[in-house]
């Protein structure tokens, strides 16, 4: 096996030298691809085939990558894939001239030409052009993937998104979509009067939802900012400034995990508008969602998963004590205190934390027993007040907000207010953040003392709305994960020791050669600042301790448990033949796909404890510090050698 890919790895490094020598032969003749500056295309693929009646006879010029390539003697055929497709060309030496035809037959597939020609069908009725003249504008120094099996490795297809949209013509076509769908959301937008602002990206004061900020150091000013979570204070500013219906396409930095629905930097629309409430924003999204369909689609029926889904039926209303009451069974207006409403959580296994109050309870139940039924567009209204801060209350009820989110296919996909303009009532939310904030919540926000001053000039009624662009795009290109919609989605990086050389050479004198910068690359720990927990006082006789069992453990798939943002569910080989699962809150510090195929330490005897309605089956072992008051933690990987299984004392 060794042997044949070491064979195999000769054959390509020779295949690799030939384009290189290919190049440099072209390069000394005169005829260097690279010094070609434009080349005047008139038709695309489609559109050719597409008016081909017209077009029969005509002079054309198309250009793209050579995809197939197949030489016949006197005569040979190509397939040029540009942005509509791919046509078929037909190249004779006869037409081309012998000295061109020559230069044609050492073309690679993956090489980038021009060609011009009079389109005709062949006798198998295939459209194609027949060469006059072909042109080699970029030499391919690489190989693309072996076309039967395509680019299917799906990291590989993310980490090199260009390979992808070579090699899938349905990736180009979702990403073609969705270029429509912002196209169309600004079309309607503008023909309802919005005008679209942009907002700063840098801000001192990270605000506007629940989520942990990036943190990052602006050198010129000494000064530490944050990347923004949201986009809403500042549009509210311009709401307060008189810009009556405003809106903003752009992308929101949450330091949060990875997932199917989850990418840390992620493109979220806000729109305000002054004078009108939460009702006018449910009006709005309804209109929105069905003129993006039908503009892009051609259909306001959509398929997701082979789920149907109606864009054009009214979208169904209800508020979250209805949406509890009707799949769980329990009735929160029954529920009067904190106590009554642990109980009820206790009763239906609904974990909560010791922070937690009667509204948060009421949101973890709907969490659990209802997001997953909302598959038709649906309006959840009337949020408990504890988990919305920015929020107008009810006035006839003001332990409940102004506020919806709307679903489809059980994810949330919008999420709007009757924004809170009163000032008195908005600086005590914040003030209750900030107490959330002490008690370990790191998405809580801080006072936000400029936006306070806006307020407090006053703002008029208005509705607000925060769509995420991304998980819309997915529904509506029937895609798995929001990675396949984003063309270039944040990934681990292939190597900590080759990330450290790169910014090692980029911040070395010019002289300093990238192999130099590696060799002076050392791995290097500080522990100067470092705290750990004091030992333990307490004895534990030997026979407790012995009764512990460590064994090694293979990660056989590991994934983010749905609605925890801390918890990683891991399926484990023990060695015993049956699967094991263990939760673990460690998602703050490991993306799943590292942990996959890893060896860990776990202790496989303890009685199962539910987690999230999951059952968590023993304990991953890890070591925990603290650095700066922030706990850092690793967990205990194993040597692979060690099997699944094995006992450790």
């Given at each position: 096996?060794?042997?044949?890919?070491?064979?195999?790895?000769?054959?390509?490094?020779?295949?690799?030298?030939?384009?290189?020598?290919?190049?440099?032969?072209?390069?000394?003749?005169?005829?260097?691809?690279?010094?070609?500056?434009?080349?005047?295309?008139?038709?695309?693929?489609?559109?050719?085939?597409?008016?081909?009646?017209?077009?029969?006879?005509?002079?054309?010029?198309?250009?793209?990558?050579?995809?197939?390539?197949?030489?016949?003697?006197?005569?040979?055929?190509?397939?040029?894939?540009?942005?509509?497709?791919?046509?078929?060309?037909?190249?004779?030496?006869?037409?081309?001239?012998?000295?061109?035809?020559?230069?044609?037959?050492?073309?690679?597939?993956?090489?980038?030409?021009?060609?011009?020609?009079?389109?005709?069908?062949?006798?198998?009725?295939?459209?194609?052009?027949?060469?006059?003249?072909?042109?080699?504008?970029?030499?391919?120094?690489?190989?693309?993937?072996?076309?039967?099996?395509?680019l299917t490795n799906t990291d590989l297809r993310y980490r090199q998104r260009y390979v992808d949209l070579i090699?899938?013509?349905?990736?180009?076509?979702?990403?073609?979509?969705?270029?429509?769908?912002?196209?169309?959301?600004?079309?309607?937008?503008?023909?309802?009067?919005?005008?679209?602002?942009?907002?700063?990206?840098?801000?001192?004061?990270?605000?506007?939802?629940?989520?942990?900020?990036?943190?990052?150091?602006?050198?010129?000013?000494?000064?530490?900012?944050?990347?923004?979570?949201?986009?809403?204070?500042?549009?509210?500013?311009?709401?307060?400034?008189?810009?009556?219906?405003?809106?903003?396409?752009?992308?929101?930095?949450?330091?949060?995990?990875?997932?199917?629905?989850?990418?840390?930097?992620?493109?979220?629309?806000?729109?305000?508008?002054?004078?009108?409430?939460?009702?006018?924003?449910?009006?709005?999204?309804?209109?929105?969602?069905?003129?993006?369909?039908?503009?892009?689609?051609?259909?306001?029926?959509?398929?997701?998963?082979?789920?149907?889904?109606?864009?054009?039926?009214?979208?169904?209303?209800?508020?979250?004590?209805?949406?509890?009451?009707?799949?769980?069974?329990?009735?929160?207006?029954?529920?009067?205190?904190?106590?009554?409403?642990?109980?009820?959580?206790?009763?239906?296994?609904?974990?909560?934390?010791?922070?937690?109050?009667?509204?948060?309870?009421?949101?973890?139940?709907?969490?659990?027993?209802?997001?997953?039924?909302l598959i038709q567009p649906t309006f959840v209204m009337d949020h408990p007040v504890e988990i919305s801060p920015?929020?107008?209350?009810?006035?006839?009820?003001?332990?409940?907000?102004?506020?919806?989110?709307?679903?489809?296919?059980?994810?949330?996909?919008?999420?709007?207010?009757?924004?809170?303009?009163?000032?008195?009532?908005?600086?005590?939310?914040?003030?209750?953040?900030?107490?959330?904030?002490?008690?370990?919540?790191?998405?809580?926000?801080?006072?936000?003392?400029?936006?306070?001053?806006?307020?407090?000039?006053?703002?008029?009624?208005?509705?607000?709305?925060?769509?995420?662009?991304?998980?819309?795009?997915?529904?509506?290109?029937?895609?798995?994960?929001?990675?396949?919609?984003?063309?270039?989605?944040?990934?681990?990086?292939?190597?900590?020791?080759?990330?450290?050389?790169?910014?090692?050479?980029?911040?070395?004198?010019?002289?300093?050669?990238?192999?130099?910068?590696?060799?002076?690359?050392?791995?290097?720990?500080?522990?100067?600042?470092?705290?750990?927990?004091?030992?333990?006082?307490?004895?534990?006789?030997?026979?407790?301790?012995?009764?512990?069992?460590?064994?090694?453990?293979?990660?056989?798939?590991?994934?983010?448990?749905?609605?925890?943002?801390?918890?990683?569910?891991?399926?484990?080989d023990d060695g015993s033949g049956v699967d094991r699962v263990i939760l673990s809150g460690i998602h703050d510090?490991?993306?799943?796909?590292?942990?996959?195929?890893?060896?860990?330490?776990?202790?496989?005897?303890?009685?199962?404890?539910?987690?999230?309605?999951?059952?968590?089956?023993?304990?991953?072992?890890?070591?925990?510090?603290?650095?700066?008051?922030?706990?850092?933690?690793?967990?205990?990987?194993?040597?692979?050698?060690?099997?699944?299984?094995?006992?450790?004392?």
């Amino acid at each position: 096996m060794a042997e044949q890919k070491k064979q195999q790895e000769q054959d390509l490094n020779q295949l690799l030298k030939v384009r290189r020598e290919k190049l440099a032969d072209l390069q000394a003749n005169g005829k260097d691809p690279f010094k070609i500056v434009k080349y005047d295309v008139t038709h695309h693929s489609q559109e050719i085939k597409d008016h081909f009646d017209e077009l029969e006879s005509q002079t054309v010029t198309i250009a793209g990558r050579m995809m197939s390539k197949r030489v016949m003697g006197k005569a040979s055929f190509c397939h040029v894939q540009d942005l509509e497709g791919s046509i078929q060309s037909y190249v004779a030496r006869d037409s081309l001239g012998e000295e061109a035809y020559k230069d044609f037959k050492k073309l690679d597939v993956g090489d980038v030409i021009g060609i011009r020609g009079e389109v005709f069908r062949t006798k198998t009725g295939e459209i194609s052009i027949h060469a006059a003249e072909v042109t080699l504008l970029s030499k391919s120094l690489q190989i693309l993937p072996e076309k039967f099996h395509g680019l299917t490795n799906t990291d590989l297809r993310y980490r090199q998104r260009y390979v992808d949209l070579i090699m899938n013509p349905e990736v180009k076509d979702t990403f073609i979509k969705r270029s429509k769908i912002l196209s169309a959301i600004r079309t309607y937008l503008a023909g309802e009067g919005f005008m679209e602002v942009e907002t700063p990206m840098l801000v001192s004061n990270a605000g506007g939802a629940a989520a942990r900020p990036f943190e990052t150091h602006f050198n010129a000013l000494d000064e530490d900012l944050k990347l923004r979570i949201s986009l809403e204070l500042y549009l509210k500013r311009l709401i307060v400034g008189g810009l009556e219906k405003v809106y903003e396409i752009g992308r929101v930095f949450r330091n949060e995990g990875l997932d199917t629905r989850h990418n840390p930097e992620f493109t979220l629309m806000e729109l305000y508008q002054a004078y009108t409430d939460y009702h006018g924003m449910m009006d709005l999204t309804e209109n929105l969602y069905r003129y993006v369909a039908q503009a892009v689609l051609g259909t306001t029926k959509i398929s997701y998963n082979g789920i149907e889904m109606d864009l054009g039926k009214p979208f169904e209303r209800i508020t979250m004590l209805d949406a509890v009451k009707k799949y769980s069974g329990v009735d929160f207006n029954e529920i009067h205190t904190l106590e009554e409403a642990r109980a009820a959580a206790d009763e239906h296994h609904v974990q909560y934390e010791e922070r937690h109050k009667k509204g948060d309870i009421l949101n973890l139940f709907f969490e659990e027993f209802v997001e997953d039924h909302l598959i038709q567009p649906t309006f959840v209204m009337d949020h408990p007040v504890e988990i919305s801060p920015l929020t107008k209350k009810k006035p006839e009820n003001p332990d409940y907000v102004e506020r919806f989110e709307f679903f489809m296919n059980g994810w949330e996909m919008a999420n709007a207010y009757s924004e809170l303009n009163d000032p008195i009532d908005q600086r005590e939310r914040f003030k209750a953040q900030e107490e959330l904030l002490a008690q370990g919540d790191e998405e809580a926000n801080t006072t936000d003392e400029d936006f306070m001053h806006a307020l407090e000039l006053g703002m008029p009624p208005t509705g607000g709305i925060g769509f995420g662009i991304d998980r819309m795009c997915m529904l509506l290109t029937d895609s798995q994960a929001i990675r396949d919609v984003l063309l270039f989605p944040t990934m681990k990086s292939m190597g900590a020791a080759k990330n450290e050389a790169n910014n090692a050479a980029q911040s070395a004198p010019v002289e300093k050669t990238v192999e130099k910068a590696i060799a002076e690359v050392k791995e290097t720990y500080d522990f100067s600042n470092v705290e750990v927990e004091p030992l333990f006082k307490d004895m534990v006789d030997f026979d407790t301790f012995s009764k512990s069992d460590f064994r090694a453990v293979k990660v056989k798939e590991c994934e983010a448990v749905p609605k925890s943002k801390k918890l990683l569910k891991f399926v484990l080989d023990d060695g015993s033949g049956v699967d094991r699962v263990i939760l673990s809150g460690i998602h703050d510090y490991y993306e799943p796909e590292f942990l996959v195929g890893k060896t860990l330490l776990a202790i496989t005897n303890l009685p199962p404890r539910k987690m999230m309605g999951i059952d968590s089956c023993g304990m991953i072992i890890s070591a925990t510090h603290l650095v700066e008051g922030r706990e850092g933690l690793n967990v205990l990987i194993l040597d692979d050698k060690i099997p699944a299984g094995a006992k450790l004392y």
